[in-house]
Nanobody, 115 residues
């Protein structure tokens, strides 16, 4: 069985920074797309940033120039550096990854930005 587990959420003031990390584990023979999504209360889950196996990235317009996604294929990790955080960034952040050609989701980590 394969898993992804997030870490690094928490409470931060507006303008602050947080770094989320996600590690994939298990019997993995293929590691593809990796990404971060978020879901705020009462809203649908939305893509925040993603990165393919070659390192090409996509960002939501709302986080472009503030967030940076990166991955380490050897360690099977993906990270999200979040700068200049805003109260509207408050949400549960989910890591996802294509492991063995199947999309796997983490349990989520709470990010709360106070004004």
């Amino acid at each position: 069985q394969v898993h992804v587990v997030e870490s690094g959420g928490g409470l931060v003031q507006a303008g602050g920074t947080l770094r989320l990390s996600c590690a994939a584990s298990g019997s993995i023979f293929s590691l593809g797309f990796m990404g971060w999504y978020r879901q705020a209360p009462g809203k649908q889950r939305e893509m925040v940033a993603d990165i393919d196996s070659r390192g090409s990235t996509n960002y939501a317009d709302s986080v472009r120039d503030r967030f940076t996604i990166s991955r380490d294929n050897a360690k099977r990790t993906v990270s999200l550096q979040m700068n200049s955080l805003k109260p509207e960034d408050t949400a549960v952040y989910y890591c996802c990854a294509d492991l063995n050609f199947r999309r796997v989701w983490g349990q989520g980590t709470q990010v709360t930005v106070s004004s």
